[in-house]
């Protein structure tokens, strides 16, 4: 059993919501769906709870009505190798929803996604500075991201910091006791 579960709040459309996420990622299935009794609080026979899995990983879903609303503040990252996974993805999830920013966008229930190539993350955390800087500035850019101008971006190393200049003195200094010994001789 997993030890934590994502818990997500629709208004009344939990069921429509987990059987679009699980027709879009492989290893998903509804689990089971559970339905408000004559207990209440939502009306009899309307789905009170789903439970499914996204890509192996166990979610609930929950009609508790228009009480919350889902923020940016909370967002499924989806980690994808290829730009055609990508655009799958992301329109998909798109239809009815709004693009925004940086490979977010959120679907037509309001949650919001962060569909990223998984080549990303290692271009910005690249050790030099200058391909990092270029990488960032070409996804500021972006609304759906596209893997090619992030790579193109990447592309090559930046500029080399100049390594400062020796002196002449130091130089010829340098050249006048080149072989000999750098010990004092004893008096």
């Known amino acids: 059993m997993q030890k934590i579960t994502p818990f997500l709040w629709f208004d009344h459309q939990a069921e429509e919501a987990a059987k679009l996420y699980v027709s879009l990622f492989p290893n998903s299935k509804i689990v089971s769906v559970a339905r ?4 209440g609080p939502g009306p009899k026979g309307q789905v009170m709870t789903v439970n499914f899995r996204l890509a192996g990983q166990s979610f609930v879903a929950l009609n508790g009505g228009p009480l919350y609303r889902f923020t940016e503040a909370i967002s499924f990252l989806v980690n994808v190798e290829t730009q055609a996974e990508l655009d799958r993805l ?8 709004q693009p925004q920013q940086c490979g977010w966008l959120k679907d037509k229930f309001g949650l919001s996604w962060q569909i990223v190539p998984s080549i990303l993350v290692p271009m910005l955390q690249d050790r030099d500075p200058v391909r990092a800087r270029r990488v960032m500035d070409a996804m500021l850019e972006m609304v759906k991201l596209d893997i090619r101008g992030l790579e193109d971006a990447y592309g090559r190393p930046g500029p080399r910091p100049a390594r400062p ?13 080149r072989g000999k010994s750098k010990r004092k001789p004893r008096r």
């Open 165 to 177: 200049a020796r002196s002449s003195n130091r130089s010829q200094a340098s050249r006048a006791t």
């Open 36 to 39: 408000y009794g004559d207990a």
């Open 90 to 97: 992301w329109t998909r999830l798109l239809e009815g929803g």
